[in-house]
């Protein structure tokens, strides 16, 4: 079964923190790298953070020193420790890995989680 479910979202003011968490199914995590992606109103869905199975990471420019992604390869979750938010950070967030998986012919996402940051 291919899952992805996201949580951890809220409203908080900007300069505040975040964690997000994204459990996977096997089938997905497996040795593929995971990412963070976020997609605000209007706009495409970008690449914020992504790690390996080995524990490498990148960051977009827009979030480099500030957010923290990890991952527990046991519990098949990837995190992303979000602090000094900003509102452009708005927007909501989905995990995926690298290739991402294909259900039913079209590319598979879970429901996101929606960060809202206040200024």
């Known amino acids: 079964q291919v899952q992805l479910v996201e949580s951890g979202g809220g409203l908080v003011q900007a300069g505040g923190s975040l964690r997000l968490s994204c459990a996977a199914s096997?089938?997905?995590?497996?040795?593929?790298?995971m990412g963070w992606y976020r997609q605000a109103p209007g706009k495409q869905r970008d690449l914020v953070a992504q790690?390996?199975?080995?524990?490498?990471?990148n960051y977009s420019d827009s979030v480099k020193g500030r957010f923290t992604i990890t991952r527990d390869n046991a519990k098949n979750t990837v995190y992303l420790q979000m602090n000094s938010l900003k509102p452009e950070d708005t927007a909501v967030y989905y995990c995926?890995?690298?290739?991402?998986?294909?259900?039913?012919?079209?590319?598979?996402w879970g429901q996101g989680t929606q960060v809202t940051v206040s200024s």
């Open positions: 995926n890995s690298d290739p991402r998986p294909i259900v039913s012919g079209r590319e598979y």
């Open positions: 096997g089938s997905i995590f497996g040795i593929a790298p």
């Open positions: 790690i390996t199975r080995g524990g490498r990471t």
